[in-house]
């Protein structure tokens, strides 16, 4: 089955109430850990990759498992560039055969995140491919997605800028951030805002990034067995949840799965010393992975059987 875009996607998850997983993905195991949640949970999906996986496996090398996992089988699997910087990178995916592509123009100011987030969204257009822009900006590190500080999206400027660049969805701050330590108090994220920005753009997917929870009995595994991840701390479930409720169709989670990995590997070698060959530790990673996204799909996003 040739990759698909997110239009129909959204459309029903907005109708339904519920969010679909957009997964980072950096090597095989980690595509085939997604692929085989979604598949049991017949829950559509979105595959992502940043500018990170770009330079650590390479776009083609990417693109090349990913048409593996789609031989295979034919679940529905959209194929998203997360995070991209420019135009030229928007490009050179658009021409590669992704189905979606994201321009991050948060870092520019707005008339100029509208110039390019525009000349992105004529370009992808022309060629049957959807964008997601972003408006506001995410606290936290997440590859070379960097910021100090978070800046909440305005409402107003949100109507504003989907009108006048056409870009089919939107990512918007409203308190989640990038990385494994988003909170040092109570988590909170802004509903207000939200409900504000879906009334005003009634119908419109909305995209809520950094939005992994950073499990602690993964963090806690980590660190038993000689890690030292500190006070990791991420968004509650329950709010994400609730989030997907609320207009928000597409949920990026990248830290998650990075832990569970980490975190199995870590137990693994510390239970089998005397193990060198990469497909006896790579083989519980992928496992934790697919347990990780059928979680996700499940219990956070609402999204299983809805293929």
Known sequence: MPLIGTKEMFARAYKEGYAIGAFNVNNMEIIQGIMEAAQEEKAPLILQVSAGARKYAGQVYIKKLIEAALVETDHPLALHLDHGQDFEICKQCIDGGF??????????DFEENIA???QVVEYAHERGVVVEAELGRLAGIEDDVQSDKSIYTDPDQAV????????????????????????????????DRLEKITNMLPEYPIVLHGSSSVPQEFVEMANKYGGDIGAAKGVPEELLRKAATYGVCKINIDTDIRLAMTAVIRKHFAENPSHFDPRQYLKPARQAVKDMVQHKIKNVL??????
Do not use: P, Q, W
Request: glycine share 12%; with cysteine; aromatic share 10%.
């Open 99 to 108: 189905s979606s592509v994201m321009y991050d123009g948060s870092h520019l």
């Open 116 to 118: 390019v987030t525009k």
């Open 160 to 191: 504003e800028f989907v009108e006048r660049t056409g870009c089919d969805s939107l990512a918007i701050a409203i308190g989640t951030s990038h990385g494994a330590y988003k909170f040092t108090g109570e988590a909170r994220l802004d509903f």
């Open 302 to 307: 609402g999204c299983s059987n809805k293929i």
